[in-house]
């Protein structure tokens, strides 16, 4: 190589890696060996973290305390003393593990009114199964339960829960499962066929965890494949049927993400995104290198005449989980460029987040962030944490736990903060220091924050759920903005008064726990957990 060309080489080098120091957002490892690769991952009120795999895949790396084994019904004389789901202190950064008995594997979840998580199918003796955790304080000693009087009306593996105005949970679909049920049970009704599954599965099915998302008008907007209803879940009966959208299927197997934005103003109006996917056929000729979508489509689904508004993310990415911020703004994160979902069936991983921003004009939605170093694959996770930061974990491509391999078991748990979290944004950051604990539907209350600069304008107050994050989807994620007034200045100084009023009714936001922030010039709070109750 000549001097010349060496000199060229070093040149591009630098200025590469000068532009991904400046690309915004920054990375962080919380734990370096959680003992477990979380398939499905949930938040709870207490700050703490559910994480959870698939149940029968042999030993993980985190023992069972007071050596307590499980028996593996797939393989009966093996005993399993270690833990396949663990909790998370968001505080201590410490990992406990938790006792899980039938097989959790490509399961659903939901969180209760209560602020229980309820849990639901899997493979094997998991099937049928409905389990619960009840969440309590970092340094309490609570744990999965069984339910043994109750188990669900048909099998279910792949679903999609979903949390419904009165607090009840739909269950929908799954492998083979083309009906719907809820929980509690309704005895009345038991698992009703659902017929819209069977329209639009292919022969690599395409129609397993369908993406879900509550209407403010009490419906349910179900996507499946390349197609789209709303649903009636009173009536069982289609009311709307959405146009195509163009560019191949979206769900599982061919792994898309999709999320509903923010829903503000009269809460009239909802608009659903997905993006991503893989190309038809990747999955059934187990296709590695076949290059994933980079389209996503974005509908107005409460309109009268909707139609999907086409646009192309800056790289194609399979298996991407899309998280939505307390500011609004969307972050896409995790996957793979290549591929399709299923084990060793991907390549090329996708190491930058995406920032998507609904706000701005098609052709400037998208924004690269910083990169990681961690390849977030099959079975990977992303959700929303109370500071604001987004919680990466998981990404386990095979069938069994595998740590020499291209692309190993990841047992490592990052957090990624988005650029409202730099340094330089730490005087316009807001501190909520009061807030009701308990707040009813309609109701005008109070919110009191600090912050170091004068307030400029309105300050958003923003409730965001915690979802239950599972194979690039998050069920029953949702951000509802407050109508609020403009911040009243107290004891002359850094102290504000926000009179703000809360969602009307479950149809915008069901009863339970949310975090709720309060955000300043684009920049979150720390949340605080609140209780919607009817």
């Given at each position: 190589m000549t001097t010349a060309k060496l000199l060229l080489l070093v040149l591009f080098c630098y200025v590469t890696r000068a532009a991904v120091a400046d690309l915004p957002g920054a990375w962080e490892l919380l734990i370096p060996d959680a003992g477990i690769a979380s398939m499905h991952t949930a938040v709870t009120r207490f700050n703490t973290v559910v994480l959870l795999d698939r149940t029968h895949i042999g030993p993980s790396r985190k023992l069972l305390p007071g050596n307590l084994c499980q028996v593996n019904p797939a393989d009966p004389p093996t005993k399993d003393c270690t833990a396949h789901s663990v909790l998370l202190d968001l505080q201590t950064n410490t990992i406990r593990p938790l006792s899980i008995v039938t097989d959790t594997w490509c399961s659903s979840g939901q969180f209760l009114p209560d602020g229980s998580l309820i849990q639901t199918g899997g493979d094997l003796d998991g099937f049928k199964k409905i389990r619960k955790f009840t969440p309590c304080e970092p340094g309490s000693l609570c744990d999965w339960e069984e339910l043994q009087e109750t188990e669900l009306y048909q099998g279910r593996w792949y679903a999609t829960n979903q949390i419904l105005p009165d607090g009840s949970i739909i269950i929908i679909g799954g492998k083979s499962s083309n009906t719907v049920e809820f929980y509690p049970p309704k005895t009345e009704i038991g698992a009703a066929n659902f017929p819209f599954l069977i329209e639009v599965r292919d022969n690599q099915m395409d129609n397993l965890y369908p993406y879900v998302h509550l209407l403010p008008n009490g419906e349910l907007f179900i996507f499946a494949n390349n197609k789209a209803i709303s649903y009636d879940y009173?009536?069982?009966?289609?009311?709307?049927?959405?146009?195509?959208?163009?560019?191949?299927?979206?769900?599982?197997?061919s792994a898309g993400s999709s999320a509903m934005l923010a829903l503000t103003g009269d809460y009239s109006s909802a608009t659903v995104v997905i993006c991503g996917g893989a190309e038809y056929g990747a999955y059934l000729q187990r296709k590695t290198d076949s290059p994933a979508r980079g389209s996503c489509g974005r509908i107005e689904a409460t309109r009268p005449d909707p139609v999907w508004e086409m646009e192309d993310m800056p790289f194609g990415r399979i298996m991407g989980d899309m998280v939505i911020l307390?500011?609004?703004?969307?972050?896409?994160?995790?996957?793979?460029?290549?591929g399709t979902q299923g084990f060793e069936l991907a390549s090329e991983p996708c190491l930058y987040p995406v920032l998507y921003r609904p706000d701005q004009p098609v052709g400037l939605r998208f924004m690269t962030l910083n990169p990681g170093s961690v390849p977030r694959m099959y079975h990977s996770t992303a959700n929303l944490l109370p500071d604001g930061r987004v919680l990466?974990?998981?990404?386990?491509?095979h069938i069994f736990y595998n740590f020499n391999s291209e692309f190993p078991t990841e047992l490592r748990i990052e957090a990624f903060s988005p650029e409202y979290l730099a340094a330089d944004k730490a005087n316009i950051r807001p501190t909520l220091v009061e807030l009701p604990e308990r707040i009813g539907y309609g109701e005008v209350f109070e919110a009191v924050m600090t912050v170091e600069l004068p307030v400029v304008g309105i300050v958003d107050v923003n409730f965001a759920s915690a979802p239950f994050a599972t194979h690039s989807f998050s069920q029953g994620q949702r951000l509802v903005k407050l109508l609020v007034e403009t911040p009243a200045a107290m004891d002359g100084g850094r102290r504000y008064s926000i009179k703000c009023t809360a969602p009307p009714?479950?149809?915008v936001a069901p009863p339970g726990y949310y975090m709720v922030f309060a955000v300043n010039l684009g920049v979150p709070s720390v949340a605080k957990w609140v209780q919607l109750v009817a």
């Open positions: 009173n009536s069982n009966s289609v009311t709307k049927n959405y146009p195509i959208l163009e560019g191949g299927p979206r769900n599982y197997p307390p500011t609004g703004d969307v972050l896409i994160v995790n996957g793979a460029q290549a990466i974990a998981g990404s386990n491509p009714s479950g149809k």
